[in-house]
């Protein structure tokens, strides 16, 4: 039987390793912000308008949050030496992170969530309606996109603290955002018959 998660992995790899190297698919002729969301790893060292980027802060701002908790703030990170720093740590940016032009770094306030069961999932779902948002704002806007995951390296947490965390809140991940010249490679989605579970 075929590990249908594992070809999707590997897939996927294929698609960063394309992505890293400038190899993608042409322009689609039409676009619609849902269909043609994807994740951008390549960007143009080019400042991020002003106006665009008041427009992603409001996208966050509204993002929907649980029991309207608003609990994800934003740090962003323009300075080149942090860039490379946060690539160095988080997992997920290695070897592309420092080109993005700006990178947010989601965190949640641990004081909106008052039951001990809430920690536990309650910051990532907040942190996850705020990095969709972003997609979609960004994808509207003719930006680049793409969510790093929070996975810190046991050794980096310290350095992760101490540079980007001193209120010691809970780190949910980062958000790389710039213009591209060329547009990251379409991933496959799934059927609609394997959405549901039967």
């Not at 106006?51 to 992603?56: F, Q």
């Not at 004081?111 to 994808?139: C, H, I, N």
């Not at 003719?142 to 101490?162: H, Q, S």
């Not at 980007?164 to 809140?169: D, K, Q, S, V, Y």
Request: charged share 25%.
């Amino acid at each position: 039987m075929s590990d249908v998660y594992q070809e999707r992995y590997l897939a996927h790899m294929e698609r960063k390793r394309r992505s890293l190297a400038h190899e993608s698919p042409p322009e689609p002729t039409f676009w619609d912000v849902l269909y043609n969301r994807r994740s951008q790893r390549v960007f143009l060292r080019r400042p991020i308008e002003k106006n665009s980027l008041e427009r992603i802060y409001q996208a966050i701002r509204l993002a929907p949050s649980s029991c309207n908790r608003q609990a994800i703030v934003v740090q962003r990170v323009l300075a080149f030496p942090d860039k490379c720093i946060l690539q160095d740590i988080l997992v997920g940016g290695r070897d592309w992170l420092e080109q993005a032009p700006e990178v947010l770094l989601l965190f949640a306030d641990m004081l909106a969530y008052k039951s001990p069961f809430e920690t536990d999932y309650m910051p990532w779902l907040d942190a996850g309606f705020v990095a969709e948002s972003v997609y979609l704002a960004a994808e509207a806007l003719g930006l680049g996109c793409c969510y790093v995951n929070p996975n810190i390296k046991g050794k980096d947490i310290d350095l992760f603290d101490e540079r980007f965390n001193p209120r010691g809140l809970r780190f949910c991940g980062a958000i790389a955002l710039g213009y591209y010249e060329t547009r990251g490679p379409e991933s496959p989605k799934r059927t609609l018959s394997e959405l549901f579970y039967e």
